[in-house]
Protein backbone atom coordinates (compact mmCIF):
# COMPACT_ATOMS: atom_id res chain seq x y z
CA UNK A 1 0.00 0.00 0.00
CA UNK A 2 2.89 2.50 0.63
CA UNK A 3 4.44 1.49 -2.12
CA UNK A 4 0.67 2.39 -4.44
CA UNK A 5 0.82 5.59 -2.08
CA UNK A 6 4.50 7.02 -2.77
CA UNK A 7 3.75 5.86 -6.90
CA UNK A 8 0.57 8.29 -7.01
CA UNK A 9 2.46 10.84 -4.97
CA UNK A 10 -0.05 10.31 -1.67
CA UNK A 11 1.62 10.46 1.81
CA UNK A 12 -1.56 8.35 3.07
CA UNK A 13 -4.65 6.33 2.82
CA UNK A 14 -7.99 6.48 5.11
CA UNK A 15 -9.25 2.61 5.30
CA UNK A 16 -12.72 2.51 6.51
CA UNK A 17 -15.00 -0.74 7.62
CA UNK A 18 -17.54 0.41 5.38
CA UNK A 19 -18.82 -0.33 1.73
CA UNK A 20 -20.42 1.69 -1.45
CA UNK A 21 -23.23 1.85 0.52
CA UNK A 22 -22.28 2.71 3.97
CA UNK A 23 -23.61 -0.67 5.40
CA UNK A 24 -22.61 -2.42 8.85
CA UNK A 25 -22.59 -6.02 7.80
CA UNK A 26 -20.39 -5.83 3.65
CA UNK A 27 -19.69 -8.15 1.05
CA UNK A 28 -16.87 -10.09 1.01
CA UNK A 29 -15.07 -7.75 -1.73
CA UNK A 30 -15.68 -4.41 0.67
CA UNK A 31 -13.52 -6.45 3.49
CA UNK A 32 -10.77 -3.87 2.71
CA UNK A 33 -9.92 -3.28 6.29
CA UNK A 34 -9.81 -6.63 6.94
CA UNK A 35 -7.59 -7.27 3.78
CA UNK A 36 -5.29 -4.91 4.97
CA UNK A 37 -5.12 -5.01 8.53
CA UNK A 38 -6.56 -8.64 9.71
CA UNK A 39 -9.22 -6.77 12.33
CA UNK A 40 -12.78 -8.34 11.56
CA UNK A 41 -14.85 -6.23 13.73
CA UNK A 42 -18.07 -4.17 12.37
CA UNK A 43 -16.57 -0.85 13.54
CA UNK A 44 -12.92 0.73 12.53
CA UNK A 45 -10.96 2.42 10.45
CA UNK A 46 -7.18 2.45 9.70
CA UNK A 47 -5.21 5.30 8.92
CA UNK A 48 -1.86 4.72 6.78
CA UNK A 49 0.87 6.94 6.71
CA UNK A 50 4.48 6.68 5.13
CA UNK A 51 5.88 5.95 8.43
CA UNK A 52 3.37 5.12 10.65
CA UNK A 53 -0.48 3.22 10.81
CA UNK A 54 -3.38 3.46 13.46
CA UNK A 55 -6.67 1.38 13.72
CA UNK A 56 -9.29 2.46 15.59
CA UNK A 57 -12.11 0.72 17.26
CA UNK A 58 -14.65 1.53 19.33
CA UNK A 59 -15.23 0.11 22.67
CA UNK A 60 -16.73 -3.23 21.91
CA UNK A 61 -13.76 -4.79 19.59
CA UNK A 62 -10.46 -3.29 21.95
CA UNK A 63 -9.97 -6.52 23.02
CA UNK A 64 -11.02 -8.34 20.54
CA UNK A 65 -8.37 -5.94 17.89
CA UNK A 66 -5.61 -6.41 20.08
CA UNK A 67 -5.43 -10.44 19.37
CA UNK A 68 -6.05 -9.65 15.04
CA UNK A 69 -3.82 -7.17 14.78
CA UNK A 70 -0.20 -6.86 14.36
CA UNK A 71 0.80 -4.12 16.93
CA UNK A 72 4.31 -3.82 15.27
CA UNK A 73 2.34 -2.47 12.40
CA UNK A 74 -0.68 -0.33 13.61
CA UNK A 75 -1.41 1.49 17.12
CA UNK A 76 -4.60 0.45 18.00
CA UNK A 77 -6.90 3.37 19.24
CA UNK A 78 -10.16 3.94 20.39
CA UNK A 79 -12.40 4.99 17.34
CA UNK A 80 -13.34 8.54 19.03
CA UNK A 81 -13.07 12.22 17.63
CA UNK A 82 -11.02 13.25 20.06
CA UNK A 83 -8.47 10.14 19.13
CA UNK A 84 -8.26 10.51 15.96
CA UNK A 85 -7.78 14.75 15.81
CA UNK A 86 -5.05 14.07 18.00
CA UNK A 87 -3.30 11.05 16.50
CA UNK A 88 -3.41 12.84 13.07
CA UNK A 89 -2.56 16.58 14.69
CA UNK A 90 0.39 14.80 16.05
CA UNK A 91 1.57 12.53 12.70
CA UNK A 92 0.16 14.56 9.74
CA UNK A 93 2.80 16.97 8.40
CA UNK A 94 2.46 19.95 6.52
CA UNK A 95 1.91 19.62 2.52
CA UNK A 96 1.15 15.81 3.21
CA UNK A 97 -1.52 14.71 0.64
CA UNK A 98 -3.96 12.11 2.24
CA UNK A 99 -6.41 10.64 -0.05
CA UNK A 100 -9.75 8.62 0.99
CA UNK A 101 -12.14 6.71 -1.78
CA UNK A 102 -15.36 9.48 -2.00
CA UNK A 103 -17.68 6.26 -2.03
CA UNK A 104 -16.99 4.70 0.92
CA UNK A 105 -17.08 7.72 3.54
CA UNK A 106 -19.88 9.70 4.36
CA UNK A 107 -20.23 13.66 4.34
CA UNK A 108 -19.90 14.31 8.11
CA UNK A 109 -17.07 12.10 8.00
CA UNK A 110 -15.29 13.68 5.34
CA UNK A 111 -16.33 17.06 6.76
CA UNK A 112 -14.19 15.46 9.96
CA UNK A 113 -11.09 15.06 8.32
CA UNK A 114 -11.17 18.39 6.02
CA UNK A 115 -11.34 20.51 9.14
CA UNK A 116 -8.02 18.28 10.90
CA UNK A 117 -6.16 18.49 7.25
CA UNK A 118 -6.79 22.46 6.57
CA UNK A 119 -5.54 23.03 10.51
CA UNK A 120 -2.21 21.29 9.55
CA UNK A 121 -2.27 22.29 5.94
CA UNK A 122 -2.82 18.98 4.46
CA UNK A 123 -4.23 18.38 1.51
CA UNK A 124 -7.23 15.61 1.52
CA UNK A 125 -7.39 13.89 -1.34
CA UNK A 126 -10.63 12.07 -3.36
CA UNK A 127 -9.20 9.36 -5.83
CA UNK A 128 -11.29 7.84 -8.61
CA UNK A 129 -10.03 4.35 -7.89
CA UNK A 130 -9.31 2.66 -4.43
CA UNK A 131 -5.95 1.75 -3.72
CA UNK A 132 -6.63 -1.04 -1.98
CA UNK A 133 -8.52 -2.79 -5.03
CA UNK A 134 -5.66 -2.12 -7.29
CA UNK A 135 -3.51 -4.07 -5.08
CA UNK A 136 -5.45 -6.72 -3.98
CA UNK A 137 -4.90 -10.03 -5.66
CA UNK A 138 -7.38 -12.34 -6.23
CA UNK A 139 -10.28 -9.87 -4.93
CA UNK A 140 -13.46 -11.18 -4.86
CA UNK A 141 -15.77 -9.93 -6.98
CA UNK A 142 -18.73 -8.06 -6.62
CA UNK A 143 -21.91 -9.97 -5.63
CA UNK A 144 -24.51 -11.08 -7.78
CA UNK A 145 -27.66 -12.78 -6.17
CA UNK A 146 -31.42 -12.80 -7.44
CA UNK A 147 -33.90 -10.66 -6.46
CA UNK A 148 -36.94 -11.67 -5.28
CA UNK A 149 -40.40 -10.14 -4.13
CA UNK A 150 -41.05 -9.45 -0.76
CA UNK A 151 -44.82 -11.19 -0.07
CA UNK A 152 -47.68 -8.63 0.63
CA UNK A 153 -48.57 -11.48 3.51
CA UNK A 154 -45.29 -10.32 5.27
CA UNK A 155 -45.09 -6.64 4.33
CA UNK A 156 -48.47 -5.59 5.04
CA UNK A 157 -47.99 -2.80 2.29
CA UNK A 158 -47.71 -2.24 -1.26
CA UNK A 159 -44.46 -0.81 -3.00
CA UNK A 160 -46.90 1.88 -4.47
CA UNK A 161 -48.60 2.73 -1.17
CA UNK A 162 -44.55 3.34 0.82
CA UNK A 163 -43.96 5.84 -2.76
CA UNK A 164 -47.25 7.63 -2.09
CA UNK A 165 -46.25 8.23 1.39
CA UNK A 166 -42.55 9.11 0.47
CA UNK A 167 -43.63 11.47 -2.40
CA UNK A 168 -45.92 13.63 0.34
CA UNK A 169 -42.99 13.69 2.55
CA UNK A 170 -41.03 14.81 -0.49
CA UNK A 171 -43.18 17.69 -1.38
CA UNK A 172 -43.56 19.11 1.93
CA UNK A 173 -40.08 19.65 2.04
CA UNK A 174 -40.01 20.86 -1.75
CA UNK A 175 -37.33 18.21 -2.74
CA UNK A 176 -37.17 17.16 -6.34
CA UNK A 177 -35.13 14.09 -6.20
CA UNK A 178 -33.93 11.79 -3.11
CA UNK A 179 -31.13 10.26 -3.34
CA UNK A 180 -31.29 6.73 -1.64
CA UNK A 181 -27.91 4.67 -0.86
CA UNK A 182 -28.95 2.27 1.78
CA UNK A 183 -29.71 -1.42 0.89
CA UNK A 184 -32.34 -1.60 3.88
CA UNK A 185 -34.15 1.66 2.71
CA UNK A 186 -34.50 -0.02 -0.69
CA UNK A 187 -35.54 -3.09 0.39
CA UNK A 188 -38.66 -1.75 2.37
CA UNK A 189 -39.63 0.70 -0.09
CA UNK A 190 -39.16 -1.99 -3.45
CA UNK A 191 -40.99 -4.65 -1.41
CA UNK A 192 -37.75 -6.73 -2.85
CA UNK A 193 -34.82 -8.77 -0.66
CA UNK A 194 -31.50 -10.40 -1.98
CA UNK A 195 -28.19 -12.05 -0.41
CA UNK A 196 -25.72 -9.53 -1.87
CA UNK A 197 -24.16 -9.16 1.31
CA UNK A 198 -24.20 -11.63 4.67
CA UNK A 199 -26.92 -12.05 7.39
CA UNK A 200 -29.04 -9.36 5.43
CA UNK A 201 -30.94 -9.86 2.86
CA UNK A 202 -30.15 -6.98 0.68
CA UNK A 203 -29.70 -6.04 -2.80
CA UNK A 204 -27.18 -3.52 -3.24
CA UNK A 205 -28.14 -0.56 -5.67
CA UNK A 206 -28.78 2.62 -6.28
CA UNK A 207 -32.40 4.79 -6.74
CA UNK A 208 -32.94 8.25 -7.53
CA UNK A 209 -36.69 8.68 -5.89
CA UNK A 210 -38.99 11.68 -7.50
CA UNK A 211 -41.57 13.46 -6.00
CA UNK A 212 -44.27 12.29 -8.35
CA UNK A 213 -43.47 8.59 -6.98
CA UNK A 214 -41.63 7.18 -9.58
CA UNK A 215 -37.95 6.17 -9.69
CA UNK A 216 -34.70 5.25 -11.15
CA UNK A 217 -33.46 2.48 -9.83
CA UNK A 218 -29.55 1.37 -11.03
CA UNK A 219 -29.28 -2.00 -10.85
CA UNK A 220 -27.04 -4.88 -11.96
CA UNK A 221 -29.55 -6.42 -14.29
CA UNK A 222 -28.16 -9.87 -13.42
CA UNK A 223 -29.60 -9.72 -9.91
CA UNK A 224 -33.49 -9.46 -11.74
CA UNK A 225 -35.47 -12.30 -13.23
CA UNK A 226 -38.01 -12.33 -15.72
CA UNK A 227 -40.90 -12.55 -13.04
CA UNK A 228 -39.74 -9.70 -11.16
CA UNK A 229 -39.29 -7.55 -14.02
CA UNK A 230 -43.13 -8.52 -14.74
CA UNK A 231 -44.60 -7.47 -11.85
CA UNK A 232 -42.55 -4.42 -11.41
CA UNK A 233 -44.85 -0.94 -11.56
CA UNK A 234 -44.30 1.17 -14.55
CA UNK A 235 -43.16 3.82 -12.41
CA UNK A 236 -39.76 1.98 -11.89
CA UNK A 237 -37.38 2.12 -14.41
CA UNK A 238 -34.70 0.30 -14.20
CA UNK A 239 -31.18 1.87 -15.18
CA UNK A 240 -27.57 0.40 -15.30
CA UNK A 241 -25.19 1.31 -12.94
CA UNK A 242 -22.81 2.71 -14.96
CA UNK A 243 -25.60 5.33 -16.37
CA UNK A 244 -25.55 6.83 -12.80
CA UNK A 245 -23.32 9.22 -13.88
CA UNK A 246 -24.87 10.81 -16.78
CA UNK A 247 -28.28 10.87 -15.50
CA UNK A 248 -27.27 13.06 -12.41
CA UNK A 249 -25.60 15.16 -14.74
CA UNK A 250 -28.93 15.35 -16.09
CA UNK A 251 -30.81 16.27 -13.22
CA UNK A 252 -28.58 19.13 -11.81
CA UNK A 253 -28.69 20.45 -15.18
CA UNK A 254 -32.64 20.72 -15.21
CA UNK A 255 -32.01 22.46 -11.22
CA UNK A 256 -33.67 19.93 -9.28
CA UNK A 257 -33.67 19.87 -5.47
CA UNK A 258 -31.56 16.67 -3.87
CA UNK A 259 -32.31 15.38 -0.48
CA UNK A 260 -29.05 13.46 0.67
CA UNK A 261 -28.46 12.58 3.91
CA UNK A 262 -24.62 13.63 5.52
CA UNK A 263 -24.85 10.53 7.59
CA UNK A 264 -25.48 7.89 5.29
CA UNK A 265 -24.72 8.93 1.43
CA UNK A 266 -21.54 8.38 -0.32
CA UNK A 267 -19.60 11.56 0.03
CA UNK A 268 -19.42 10.98 -4.27
CA UNK A 269 -22.97 12.15 -4.58
CA UNK A 270 -22.78 15.12 -2.49
CA UNK A 271 -19.34 16.76 -3.72
CA UNK A 272 -20.53 15.80 -7.19
CA UNK A 273 -23.55 17.97 -7.01
CA UNK A 274 -21.49 20.85 -4.85
CA UNK A 275 -19.43 21.10 -7.58
CA UNK A 276 -21.81 21.34 -10.23
CA UNK A 277 -24.11 23.54 -8.92
CA UNK A 278 -26.75 20.85 -7.80
CA UNK A 279 -28.76 22.08 -5.35
CA UNK A 280 -29.03 20.15 -1.65
CA UNK A 281 -31.64 19.60 1.23
CA UNK A 282 -30.04 17.98 4.04
CA UNK A 283 -31.75 15.88 6.35
CA UNK A 284 -32.41 11.54 7.56
CA UNK A 285 -33.15 9.09 5.03
CA UNK A 286 -36.96 9.27 5.16
CA UNK A 287 -37.73 5.62 4.67
CA UNK A 288 -35.37 5.16 7.68
CA UNK A 289 -38.32 6.57 10.09
CA UNK A 290 -41.15 5.08 7.85
CA UNK A 291 -39.66 1.54 7.86
CA UNK A 292 -39.09 1.94 11.71
CA UNK A 293 -42.46 1.90 12.56
CA UNK A 294 -44.01 -1.42 11.61
CA UNK A 295 -46.96 -2.14 10.62
CA UNK A 296 -50.13 -4.45 11.63
CA UNK A 297 -48.93 -7.23 9.24
CA UNK A 298 -44.97 -6.84 10.64
CA UNK A 299 -45.74 -6.93 13.83
CA UNK A 300 -48.00 -10.29 13.47
CA UNK A 301 -45.05 -11.68 11.78
CA UNK A 302 -42.26 -10.69 14.21
CA UNK A 303 -44.44 -11.98 17.15
CA UNK A 304 -44.57 -15.51 15.34
CA UNK A 305 -41.05 -15.75 14.48
CA UNK A 306 -40.14 -14.97 18.17
CA UNK A 307 -41.93 -17.90 19.35
CA UNK A 308 -40.35 -19.96 16.57
CA UNK A 309 -37.32 -18.66 17.54
CA UNK A 310 -37.97 -19.31 21.18
CA UNK A 311 -38.56 -22.48 20.60
CA UNK A 312 -35.06 -23.02 18.91
CA UNK A 313 -33.56 -20.79 21.85
CA UNK A 314 -34.84 -23.04 24.25
CA UNK A 315 -33.60 -26.24 22.79
CA UNK A 316 -30.17 -24.78 22.48
CA UNK A 317 -30.66 -23.92 26.78
CA UNK A 318 -31.92 -26.45 27.87
CA UNK A 319 -28.92 -28.94 25.47
CA UNK A 320 -25.90 -26.70 27.09
CA UNK A 321 -26.91 -26.88 30.59
CA UNK A 322 -26.55 -30.69 30.37
CA UNK A 323 -23.74 -30.83 27.68
CA UNK A 324 -21.67 -27.97 29.77
CA UNK A 325 -21.11 -29.76 32.95
CA UNK A 326 -19.87 -32.70 30.96
CA UNK A 327 -16.99 -30.36 29.01
CA UNK A 328 -17.50 -32.44 26.15
CA UNK A 329 -18.37 -29.19 23.94
CA UNK A 330 -16.99 -25.82 22.94
CA UNK A 331 -18.08 -22.72 22.11
CA UNK A 332 -17.97 -23.33 18.06
CA UNK A 333 -20.01 -26.66 18.17
CA UNK A 334 -22.19 -24.47 20.61
CA UNK A 335 -22.70 -22.21 17.88
CA UNK A 336 -23.39 -24.77 15.14
CA UNK A 337 -25.97 -26.37 17.05
CA UNK A 338 -28.31 -23.35 18.00
CA UNK A 339 -27.67 -22.73 14.00
CA UNK A 340 -28.95 -26.50 13.56
CA UNK A 341 -32.10 -26.04 16.44
CA UNK A 342 -33.02 -22.12 13.81
CA UNK A 343 -32.73 -23.99 10.45
CA UNK A 344 -35.59 -26.33 11.39
CA UNK A 345 -37.82 -23.80 12.51
CA UNK A 346 -40.33 -22.62 9.22
CA UNK A 347 -39.33 -19.85 7.23
CA UNK A 348 -35.93 -19.89 8.57
CA UNK A 349 -33.63 -18.21 6.09
CA UNK A 350 -30.25 -17.54 7.79
CA UNK A 351 -28.52 -16.05 10.80
CA UNK A 352 -29.38 -12.46 11.38
CA UNK A 353 -25.11 -11.74 11.98
CA UNK A 354 -22.65 -14.31 13.25
CA UNK A 355 -23.75 -15.94 16.29
CA UNK A 356 -21.37 -14.93 19.14
CA UNK A 357 -20.55 -17.58 21.64
CA UNK A 358 -18.11 -16.42 24.24
CA UNK A 359 -16.86 -18.81 27.68
CA UNK A 360 -15.68 -17.36 30.63
CA UNK A 361 -13.00 -14.69 29.48
CA UNK A 362 -14.00 -14.77 25.84
CA UNK A 363 -17.71 -13.56 27.11
CA UNK A 364 -16.10 -10.51 27.74
CA UNK A 365 -15.30 -9.97 24.00
CA UNK A 366 -18.15 -8.12 23.36
CA UNK A 367 -18.76 -8.95 19.73
CA UNK A 368 -15.99 -12.14 20.16
CA UNK A 369 -16.20 -14.91 17.40
CA UNK A 370 -14.98 -18.37 18.15
CA UNK A 371 -12.19 -19.46 15.55
CA UNK A 372 -9.99 -22.64 16.06
CA UNK A 373 -7.37 -20.94 17.88
CA UNK A 374 -9.38 -19.22 20.69
CA UNK A 375 -11.83 -22.25 20.94
CA UNK A 376 -12.85 -22.73 24.64
CA UNK A 377 -13.87 -25.84 25.77
CA UNK A 378 -16.98 -25.36 27.83
CA UNK A 379 -16.58 -27.08 31.17
CA UNK A 380 -18.23 -26.22 34.37
CA UNK A 381 -16.74 -22.75 36.64
CA UNK A 382 -17.91 -19.96 34.75
CA UNK A 383 -20.31 -18.22 32.40
CA UNK A 384 -21.31 -19.01 28.91
CA UNK A 385 -22.80 -15.39 26.87
CA UNK A 386 -24.60 -16.75 23.59
CA UNK A 387 -25.71 -13.83 21.56
CA UNK A 388 -27.53 -14.94 17.88
CA UNK A 389 -30.40 -14.14 15.69
CA UNK A 390 -32.45 -15.64 12.94
CA UNK A 391 -33.66 -13.47 9.58
CA UNK A 392 -37.14 -15.02 9.28
CA UNK A 393 -39.51 -14.00 6.53
CA UNK A 394 -41.49 -12.79 8.86
CA UNK A 395 -39.02 -11.38 11.34
CA UNK A 396 -36.17 -10.29 12.32
CA UNK A 397 -34.53 -12.05 15.97
CA UNK A 398 -32.00 -11.28 18.56
CA UNK A 399 -31.44 -12.59 21.67
CA UNK A 400 -28.51 -13.09 24.61
CA UNK A 401 -28.68 -15.34 27.15
CA UNK A 402 -25.63 -15.80 29.94
CA UNK A 403 -25.68 -19.57 31.29
CA UNK A 404 -24.26 -20.50 34.32
CA UNK A 405 -22.37 -23.36 33.86
CA UNK A 406 -21.88 -25.64 37.11
CA UNK A 407 -21.98 -23.61 39.95
CA UNK A 408 -21.87 -19.63 40.07
CA UNK A 409 -19.67 -17.39 42.10
CA UNK A 410 -20.95 -15.02 44.15
CA UNK A 411 -19.98 -12.26 42.22
CA UNK A 412 -20.83 -13.54 39.07
CA UNK A 413 -24.71 -13.55 40.52
CA UNK A 414 -23.87 -10.02 41.59
CA UNK A 415 -23.06 -9.00 38.56
CA UNK A 416 -25.60 -10.72 36.92
CA UNK A 417 -28.58 -9.84 39.12
CA UNK A 418 -27.25 -5.74 38.49
CA UNK A 419 -28.01 -6.37 34.67
CA UNK A 420 -31.13 -7.77 35.64
CA UNK A 421 -32.19 -5.29 37.61
CA UNK A 422 -31.31 -3.16 34.78
CA UNK A 423 -32.97 -5.28 32.09
CA UNK A 424 -36.33 -5.65 33.74
CA UNK A 425 -36.21 -1.04 34.71
CA UNK A 426 -36.11 -0.80 31.08
CA UNK A 427 -38.34 -3.73 30.23
CA UNK A 428 -41.29 -2.08 32.68
CA UNK A 429 -40.75 1.67 31.85
CA UNK A 430 -42.95 3.99 30.43
CA UNK A 431 -42.72 7.14 28.89
CA UNK A 432 -44.22 10.26 27.21
CA UNK A 433 -44.60 9.55 23.48
CA UNK A 434 -42.08 12.66 22.54
CA UNK A 435 -39.22 10.68 24.76
CA UNK A 436 -36.32 9.26 23.20
CA UNK A 437 -34.11 6.27 23.65
CA UNK A 438 -31.49 8.45 25.29
CA UNK A 439 -33.62 9.46 28.45
CA UNK A 440 -34.32 5.53 28.81
CA UNK A 441 -30.52 4.59 29.19
CA UNK A 442 -29.81 5.63 32.75
CA UNK A 443 -33.04 3.32 34.10
CA UNK A 444 -30.24 -0.23 32.31
CA UNK A 445 -27.46 1.47 33.99
CA UNK A 446 -28.10 2.81 37.00
CA UNK A 447 -27.91 -0.62 38.95
CA UNK A 448 -24.57 -1.22 37.76
CA UNK A 449 -23.05 2.19 38.45
CA UNK A 450 -24.27 1.97 42.57
CA UNK A 451 -21.22 -0.58 42.12
CA UNK A 452 -18.95 1.46 40.07
CA UNK A 453 -19.58 -1.26 36.81
CA UNK A 454 -20.49 0.03 33.43
CA UNK A 455 -20.45 -1.18 30.06
CA UNK A 456 -19.77 0.16 26.71
CA UNK A 457 -22.11 -0.16 24.23
CA UNK A 458 -25.68 0.84 23.75
CA UNK A 459 -28.64 -0.69 25.69
CA UNK A 460 -30.58 -0.76 22.85
CA UNK A 461 -30.98 -0.98 18.69
CA UNK A 462 -33.60 -0.73 16.58
CA UNK A 463 -34.41 -4.19 14.42
CA UNK A 464 -36.30 -4.52 11.66
CA UNK A 465 -38.58 -6.69 9.97
CA UNK A 466 -36.49 -9.76 7.59
CA UNK A 467 -34.52 -6.86 7.33
CA UNK A 468 -31.45 -5.06 9.11
CA UNK A 469 -30.75 -6.38 12.92
CA UNK A 470 -29.45 -2.92 13.43
CA UNK A 471 -31.64 0.42 12.04
CA UNK A 472 -32.61 3.42 12.84
CA UNK A 473 -33.27 6.10 13.73
CA UNK A 474 -34.33 4.25 17.35
CA UNK A 475 -31.83 3.80 20.12
CA UNK A 476 -31.50 3.68 23.37
CA UNK A 477 -27.63 4.67 24.69
CA UNK A 478 -25.73 7.80 26.21
CA UNK A 479 -25.28 9.28 23.06
CA UNK A 480 -28.33 11.87 22.86
CA UNK A 481 -30.94 11.51 20.01
CA UNK A 482 -33.20 13.45 18.26
CA UNK A 483 -35.55 10.54 17.16
CA UNK A 484 -38.40 9.77 19.87
CA UNK A 485 -39.93 6.05 20.45
CA UNK A 486 -42.95 5.44 18.40
CA UNK A 487 -45.59 3.06 18.67
CA UNK A 488 -44.24 0.24 15.74
CA UNK A 489 -40.80 0.18 16.52
CA UNK A 490 -38.78 -2.36 17.90
CA UNK A 491 -35.74 -1.91 19.73
CA UNK A 492 -33.14 -4.50 21.75
CA UNK A 493 -33.00 -4.39 25.14
CA UNK A 494 -29.67 -5.68 26.38
CA UNK A 495 -27.64 -4.17 29.24
CA UNK A 496 -24.25 -6.09 29.94
CA UNK A 497 -21.26 -6.32 32.24
CA UNK A 498 -17.71 -7.44 31.21
CA UNK A 499 -15.44 -8.46 33.16
CA UNK A 500 -11.95 -8.38 31.01
CA UNK A 501 -10.06 -11.69 31.03
CA UNK A 502 -12.90 -13.63 33.61
CA UNK A 503 -16.05 -13.61 31.82
CA UNK A 504 -19.04 -11.63 29.90
CA UNK A 505 -22.22 -11.20 31.27
CA UNK A 506 -25.50 -9.61 28.60
CA UNK A 507 -29.34 -10.06 28.88
CA UNK A 508 -31.29 -9.20 25.45
CA UNK A 509 -34.54 -9.40 24.65
CA UNK A 510 -36.64 -7.52 21.61
CA UNK A 511 -39.24 -5.17 22.29
CA UNK A 512 -42.23 -3.35 20.79
CA UNK A 513 -42.99 -0.02 21.41
CA UNK A 514 -46.72 0.54 22.42
CA UNK A 515 -49.20 2.67 23.45
CA UNK A 516 -50.05 2.77 26.95
CA UNK A 517 -53.26 2.29 28.61
CA UNK A 518 -54.40 5.75 30.14
CA UNK A 519 -52.56 6.52 33.45
CA UNK A 520 -54.87 8.73 36.18
CA UNK A 521 -56.25 11.82 34.77
CA UNK A 522 -53.13 12.38 32.83
CA UNK A 523 -54.46 13.04 28.98
CA UNK A 524 -51.01 12.90 27.56
CA UNK A 525 -50.49 9.89 25.69
CA UNK A 526 -48.00 7.81 27.37
CA UNK A 527 -46.04 4.51 25.82
CA UNK A 528 -44.75 1.27 26.68
CA UNK A 529 -42.70 -2.15 25.62
CA UNK A 530 -43.79 -5.43 25.13
CA UNK A 531 -41.62 -7.65 25.27
CA UNK A 532 -40.94 -10.22 22.33
CA UNK A 533 -38.36 -12.43 22.55
CA UNK A 534 -39.39 -15.72 24.50
CA UNK A 535 -36.75 -17.90 26.33
CA UNK A 536 -35.85 -18.40 30.24
CA UNK A 537 -33.61 -16.64 31.98
CA UNK A 538 -31.23 -18.22 33.97
CA UNK A 539 -32.11 -18.32 37.73
CA UNK A 540 -29.11 -20.49 38.87
CA UNK A 541 -27.35 -16.86 38.87
CA UNK A 542 -30.18 -14.64 40.23
CA UNK A 543 -29.34 -13.25 44.14
CA UNK A 544 -32.66 -13.18 45.57
CA UNK A 545 -31.83 -10.69 47.87
CA UNK A 546 -30.99 -8.37 45.82
CA UNK A 547 -34.66 -7.96 43.60
CA UNK A 548 -37.70 -6.39 45.09
CA UNK A 549 -40.84 -7.86 44.94
CA UNK A 550 -41.65 -5.92 41.66
CA UNK A 551 -38.80 -7.15 40.10
CA UNK A 552 -39.50 -10.76 41.09
CA UNK A 553 -43.24 -10.43 39.83
CA UNK A 554 -41.43 -9.00 36.16
CA UNK A 555 -39.49 -12.23 36.24
CA UNK A 556 -42.26 -14.62 37.21
CA UNK A 557 -44.75 -13.52 34.91
CA UNK A 558 -42.26 -13.66 31.62
CA UNK A 559 -41.62 -16.95 32.74
CA UNK A 560 -45.21 -18.01 32.63
CA UNK A 561 -45.66 -16.84 29.30
CA UNK A 562 -42.51 -18.72 27.85
CA UNK A 563 -43.70 -21.49 29.10
CA UNK A 564 -47.37 -21.41 28.27
CA UNK A 565 -46.32 -20.15 24.85
CA UNK A 566 -43.35 -22.61 23.95
CA UNK A 567 -44.25 -25.39 25.85
CA UNK A 568 -46.76 -27.14 23.29
CA UNK A 569 -44.21 -26.30 20.50
CA UNK A 570 -41.20 -28.43 22.46
CA UNK A 571 -40.60 -32.30 22.74
CA UNK A 572 -41.54 -33.76 26.21
CA UNK A 573 -37.31 -33.92 27.48
CA UNK A 574 -37.78 -29.94 26.58
CA UNK A 575 -40.66 -29.12 28.15
CA UNK A 576 -39.77 -31.26 31.00
CA UNK A 577 -36.41 -29.00 31.45
CA UNK A 578 -38.73 -25.76 30.61
CA UNK A 579 -41.00 -26.14 33.28
CA UNK A 580 -38.30 -26.88 35.85
CA UNK A 581 -36.10 -23.70 34.42
CA UNK A 582 -39.47 -20.89 34.64
CA UNK A 583 -40.16 -22.25 38.25
CA UNK A 584 -41.87 -18.87 40.38
CA UNK A 585 -39.99 -17.55 42.90
CA UNK A 586 -41.70 -16.92 46.03
CA UNK A 587 -41.03 -13.48 47.52
CA UNK A 588 -42.08 -14.43 50.70
CA UNK A 589 -39.29 -17.31 51.24
CA UNK A 590 -36.14 -14.83 50.60
CA UNK A 591 -35.82 -13.09 54.11
Not at 311 to 317: D, L, N, P, Y
Not at 527 to 545: H, Q, R, Y
Request: glycine share 6%.
Amino acid sequence: LRRALKSKSLDGLIVPKADEFQGEYIAKRSERLLWLSGFSGSAGQAIVLAKTAALFVDGRYTLQANDEVDKSSYVILPLASKELENWLSHNLIEGNKIAFDPWIHSEREINFFTNICANKKVHLVGIEENLIDSIWLNQPPKPISLCRTHDLTYSGVTSIAKRKTLSKKLKKTNTDVLIISSPDSIAWLLNIRGKDVPFNPFILSYVFFFKNSSLDWFVDSRKLTKSLLEKLDPKIKIKTPESMGSRLKSLVSNSKVFHVCSNTTPFYFINYLKQNGGLISRGLDPCQSLKACKNITEISGTRNAHLRDGVAVTKFICWLSKSGVTAEETEISAGVYLERQREKQEKFQEASFPTICGYGANGAIVHYQATPKTNKQIRPGSLCLIDSGGQYLDGTTDITRTIAIGKPSKEMKLNFTLVLKGHIAIATSRFPSDTTGSQLDILARQFLWKFGLDYHHGTGHGVGSYLSVHEGPQRISKTPSDAPLQPGMIISNEPGYYKAGKYGIRIENLVLVTLCPALGENQKEFLEFETLSLAPIDLNLVDLKLMSLQEINWLNTYHKLVKEKLSPLLDAETKAWLKIATSPIRYNKLR
